[in-house]
């Protein structure tokens, strides 16, 4: 390979899921040049990042200022032209697409490219999905399914650029003006020995937010009881919640809201002994400066897909069925908000300060989680505290159906390429006979359809016939997953494999349908 | 002599100056050198001291260049430019708050020419003038310097209300029009859309009405949380429909009326967007408390009402409110010839229309002893009054409504009321009923409300304190219908004059245009750039084919480009993926802090 392109147009926190994919991607491919595509507005994180040799900007706030008229259409074409021009400026042997929007699919397409991993876009502009782990990826982002999924994120951003996740955290480096910014921060604020704790209020929406005056009383507890002195972190947007939270407190922490540029909370996170936050892009930063974090996973953060990528962190997850739920509709009665008690994330402070094995029992029934790296080199969650044994369990079969299955796969998305590799599993008593029987159902009237597209000339009755049968397996599955939502990961990626086909003649779209029923089959039989 | 002419020509004005003495601490005449009048106002002289007439002279040439014409002049002062203009053939009207100055121009000036050829406007609050003199407002204003100067907090917003009436009467605006999602207001807002029509600006309507029964599923859930989460996520739904709806239509304002499904969170998102956002609140402030949590979130608020609501808005955070009473829509509410057939069923000596609301209950027991009608839902059908309900107590339609107004000889209008026992003594706004029977052409007696006054004269609108004094009115008019004829023409006069939707909107429109500039230059910007922006355009690789989609001379949007590209119909030009991509921009830039 020579020429990577990496597209990630999301926030600070996506940037740092991304390193260990740079990372991984400049050892398994040292002499290719990566180019690594963001938006302007989070340009500051990247000083500190590696991995790149050189990177484009999308400045979208500006297109947006000059969309806002219709006069500014022009200005902002020229603009989205000269963008487009520069980033293809020459062919990739691999564009990654790390973000989900149309809008990348269609930059995507417009780019001279060998492979593609994520989303594009074909002729008609319909967006596509490429590679079979980013199948997955969209498979679970759509429903029931993410909760099943225990493979995060950065792990899956490094299998989408088909490179091993490695065991290592997500990385970022200390600039000299960060640090000298974080000291002299610290200094004038009057920071004794005292190890220090940070509290991230905010978050880029108020249901993933624990409540200002919960973060108040746990502040409180925690410099009362001696021993460390919290600071609050946070951007001038969450100066509100701040003030709300300072006029709650009865011991003051170090303020540091606003104060702090992104290279300067870096710094300032490294000089910290831990982190409480919500799912935060100061929770990412945390990661990478090595402290550990207790992560608060409300409304619909998922600890498992996007909690901070390193070992050692702690997760509060709320004891409700809920939990964590759909990104839509948004839920219009966030009751996991005040389901963590203010004693349980305190509890999990003290064990991430003070070491053991295990904290004090909650009443509450709050789930608790411990983050580590697996011996595949996989960021792992271990339930410390109420986990749910036999959700674990299915989860992590899962989890290790899907390596199974996904790496080693390629680019291409092939239902032939997809072998289960390895051995491990067994096939005993089907565990879910129905979803076993449908899925053979599929088999057998896709291998029905492509023998009749094979005749000449077409049965057309027939086919029809046998089209409406393969919808109705289809429309069984689907009521099946809603009946047993255990099964909607198999489901859901089944239907995302027949939904990104790409082949037009008959015989190719039944081929491609068969080979989605067989994978699930024997997906199936595995579980 | 001067006064004889007033008096021909406005009686009353001629009395009110009559009675007024020519002298006030503020005013302080002079002798200018040619030995004319001139008169200091505040300190500010308002002719020139040398010579007055010449100044005038002056400021007609170089100030209202062109052909005599109509113009509504914006200060009187001692009138030497209005005598000037009307020497040189213009007409129209003059505006001055000050009495006692319009006295001493009287004293001062022979002002018969001006009488002639311009009406006096004179002594008049502003919210009156803009109400009860449209059409001098819409017309060429031009403000007398000195007396704008000497006096800019009248004639400073009469200024800007008349900028804000032309660009509202010119039409072109984009309205987004969000109607309630159930309730009365409801067909406040289709006369409100269908008025601001036919005032030439193109309105969208988001129907939150659709979702009215989804609403109600509300009441299927007991636990009191569970509702208000389930009402709460509805709006909020809608909320995201009408942001969709703005990006897409991108408004030059947005109007909501009473009940539309508009929360904080939407509002603040309207607001980054710079649209700016009125709401017309058709209801009684203290019966329908919601509006203490969303009228901060609105740019302009129109009530009803006045008393203390404006003192309790602005404690709430409004920034701007509006006085904006209901009204008739004329080509809906109108006198209608009836057939026999209707004459019959909807006809009565004495008819009431509404719902059956505890005070209207009580207080038509006492009526039980005239042939009566009454229509509307609501109503219980028990005694004394079930014999006069009309259909079981169902909902009366507005055509059916139109014909109960003209088929009755009288109708009753009693404001509702949920706890007095019959007439609230303290009620102050004006039903929309009140307009629309007067639109009819139609006789009504209407319980008194102290805002009437200011909307009808005694002559135009009969209204009564008491059951006693009803009934002696019903006795009187139903003995005297030509009195009561007349008495219903001149209040449809008065409703065709001032008060249809057309000049509500006219004049909501007006001040929004004044608290607003951008609506302004977004108009004048989008007639400007109509066509450079296509020439613009045409230059760009690949985007001839788009815009040969487009009708020439026809306004050209991203959201136009973007429907002239066939769905999955061949290849995508690169110029269809990057306007495509631009579309993608604009609606992800809504979700971004």
Same mark, same amino acid.
């Given at each position: 390979?020579?020429e ?64 806002a ?55 008609d ?17 759509r429903?029931d ?22 065991g290592k ?47 108040a ?5 925690l ?15 969450e ?12 011991h ?9 540029d ?17 799912d ?46 759909r ?53 792992e ?34 239902g ?11 096939v ?16 057998e ?6 023998a009749a ?10 086919i ?10 289809e ?50 039989a595995?579980? | 002599? /001067? ?53 005038a002279?002056?400021w ?37 708050p ?57 004639? @400073?917003?009469v200024a ?18 969000? /109607? ?19 005032l ?20 299927e ?18 909320? @995201? ?77 409004v ?6 009473p ?50 509307g ?28 107004? /003209? ?46 006054p ?7 609108l ?39 939707? @057309? ?17 302004? @230059? ?17 230059l ?7 815009l ?9 949007t ?26 993608q ?9």
């Amino acid at each position: 390979m020579k020429e990577i392109l990496l597209l990630n147009l999301g926030r600070y926190g996506d940037l740092i899921q991304t390193t260990p994919l740079l990372r991984r991607l400049k050892a398994t491919h040292p002499s290719a040049r990566v180019t690594l595509v963001g938006q302007h507005r989070f340009r500051a994180v990247l000083p500190l990042m590696s991995g790149f040799d050189r990177c484009f900007l999308l400045d979208q706030d500006q297109l947006t200022r000059s969309l806002a008229r219709a006069e500014g259409i022009p200005a902002a074409y020229r603009a989205l032209e000269e963008f487009v021009g520069s980033v293809g400026g020459q062919r990739y042997d691999l564009v990654i697409n790390l973000t989900s929007s149309d809008f990348s699919a269609q930059l995507v397409a417009l780019l001279d490219t060998v492979a593609v991993a994520g989303k594009t876009s074909d002729n008609d502009g319909r967006t596509l999905v490429k590679s079979p782990w980013a199948l997955y990826l969209y498979s679970f982002l759509r429903g029931d399914s993410r909760r099943y999924n225990r493979i995060n994120l950065a792990d899956i951003f490094c299998n989408m650029g088909g490179v091993q996740p490695d065991g290592k955290p997500v990385e970022l480096r200390e600039t000299k003006e960060g640090g000298s910014s974080a000291v002299s921060f610290l200094t004038r604020a009057g920071v004794s020995d005292l190890p220090l704790v940070g509290l991230q209020l905010g978050a880029s929406d108020s249901i993933r937010c624990w409540p200002a005056a919960s973060f108040a009383r746990l502040s409180d507890l925690l410099q009362e009881s001696g021993g460390v002195r919290t600071i609050l972190l946070g951007s001038p947007a969450e100066l509100p919640l701040a003030q709300e939270a300072l006029s709650l407190m009865k011991h003051q922490p170090i303020n540091a809201v606003g104060k702090t540029d992104i290279p300067g909370l870096f710094s300032l996170l490294r000089r910290c002994a831990l982190l409480v936050s919500n799912d935060t892009g100061t929770m990412h930063f945390a990661a990478a400066a090595g402290i550990p974090t207790v992560m608060l996973t409300l409304g619909p953060a998922s600890l498992f897909c996007t909690g901070p990528f390193s070992a050692g962190n702690l997760a509060l997850q709320p004891p409700l069925p809920c939990s964590p739920c759909r990104y839509e509709p948004a839920c219009g009665n966030p009751v996991c908000r005040v389901a963590i008690s203010v004693e349980s994330v305190e509890s999990a402070c003290r064990l991430l300060l003070r070491g053991g094995s295990d904290a004090q029992n909650d009443d509450h029934g709050t789930k608790l989680y411990r983050s580590d790296f697996g011996l595949d080199g996989y960021l792992e969650w271990e339930p410390l505290r109420n986990g749910d044994a036999a959700a674990e369990e299915l989860s992590h079969k899962y989890a290790r159906l899907w390596k199974k299955v996904l790496v080693g796969s390629g680019f291409e998305v092939q239902g032939s390429r997809f072998k289960v590799q390895g051995s491990g599993f067994k096939v005993t008593e089907p565990r879910f006979p129905e979803l076993l029987r449908l899925t053979m159902e599929g088999c057998e009237v896709t291998a029905k359809i492509m023998a009749a597209a094979r005749q000449s000339p077409l049965p057309l009755d027939s086919i029809g016939a046998l089209g409406e049968e393969e919808a109705s397996v289809e429309s069984g599955m689907r009521c099946l997953a809603g009946r047993s939502p255990e099964l909607s990961p198999l489901v859901d990626f089944m239907t995302i494999m027949k939904e990104n086909i790409t082949a037009t003649n008959l015989d190719a779209i039944a081929a491609a349908t068969h080979d989605a029923y067989a994978l699930g089959n024997r997906l199936t039989a595995l579980l | 002599m /001067n006064l004889t002419a007033l008096k021909r020509i406005d009686p009353i004005l001629a009395e009110t100056t009559r009675r007024i003495a020519p002298v006030r601490e503020d005013l302080t005449l002079e002798q200018a050198r040619n030995g004319r009048a001139v008169v200091k106002k505040g300190g500010i002289l308002l002719h020139s001291t040398y010579d007055p007439r010449k100044e005038a002279a002056h400021w007609v040439t170089s100030g209202v260049p062109g052909a005599p014409r109509s113009l509504c002049v914006l200060g009187c002062a001692l009138g030497y430019h209005l005598k000037e203009l009307a020497d040189k053939g213009f007409r129209g009207a003059f505006i001055e708050p000050d009495l006692v100055l319009f006295r001493l121009a009287l004293e001062h000036q022979d002002f018969t020419s001006v009488l002639e050829r311009f009406r006096p406007l004179v002594g008049i609050p502003l919210e009156r003038l803009r109400r009860a003199h449209r059409e001098p407002l819409a017309g060429e204003t031009i403000p007398h310097p000195a007396s704008l100067r000497a006096n800019p907090s009248y004639f @400073q917003p009469v200024a800007d209300y008349a900028r804000g009436v032309k660009v509202a009467r010119q039409g072109e605006l984009k309205i987004l029009l969000i /109607n309630p999602l159930y309730g009365g207001s409801l067909p406040a807002a289709r006369h409100s859309a269908a008025a601001l029509k036919k005032l030439g600006h193109r309105v969208e309507v988001f129907t939150s009405q659709a979702f009215a029964q989804g609403l109600e599923l509300a009441s299927e859930f007991t636990v009191s949380a569970h509702r208000k989460s389930f009402t709460g996520g509805l709006v909020s739904l809608l909320g @995201q429909g009408i942001e969709l709806k703005a990006m897409e239509f991108q408004p030059d304002l947005i109007l909501a009326l009473a009940q539309a499904p508009l929360h904080h969170p939407t509002l603040s998102r309207l607001e980054q967007m710079e649209i700016p956002t009125a709401f017309w609140f058709v209801e009684d402030y203290r019966a329908l408390p919601y509006w203490r949590d969303l009228a901060a979130g609105y740019g302009y608020f129109f009530g009803i009402q006045r008393g203390d609501f404006p003192a309790q808005l602005k404690q709430s955070g409004v920034k701007n409110y509006g006085y904006l009473p209901t009204a008739a829509a004329p080509d809906i509410h109108l006198p209608v010839k009836l057939t026999k057939e209707d004459q019959d069923e909807y006809g009565s000596p004495l008819s009431f229309v509404g719902a059956g609301y505890h005070n209207r209950e009580r207080f038509f027991r006492g009526l039980t002893d005239y042939s009566l009608k009454i229509w509307g839902n609501e109503w219980p059908l028990t005694q004394p009054l079930a014999p006069f309900i009309q259909r079981d107590a169902a909902r009366v339609d507005t055509s059916s409504c139109v014909k109960i107004f /003209n088929a009755s000889a009288i109708n009753l209008n009693l404001h509702s009321s949920t706890y007095h026992e019959g007439i609230d003594p303290e009620g102050d706004f004006v039903n929309p009923r009140t307009f629309e029977i007067a639109a009819c052409s139609a006789l009504q007696l209407v319980d008194k409300r102290s805002l009437i006054p200011e909307l009808f004269g005694d002559d135009e609108l009969e209204s009564f304190e008491s059951i006693e004094e009803l009934r002696g009115k019903i006795d009187w008019y139903l003995t005297d219908p030509g009195a009561g004829r007349s008495m219903a023409a001149r209040g449809r006069a008065r409703v065709l004059a001032e008060h249809t939707y @057309q000049a509500r909107m006219e004049e909501l429109l007006a001040l929004m245009i004044c608290a607003y500039p951008t609506i302004t @230059q977004r108009l004048e910007s989008r007639e400007k750039s109509l066509s450079t922006l296509r020439e613009e355009l045409e230059l760009l690789p690949g985007m001839e084919p788009l815009l040969h989609r487009i009708p020439a001379g026809g306004e050209i949007t991203l959201e136009l480009l973007c429907k002239t590209i066939p769905k999955e119909a061949g290849t995508l030009s690169r110029g269809e993926r990057m306007i495509l991509m631009l579309q993608q921009i604009r609606m992800a830039g809504r979700d971004e802090p």
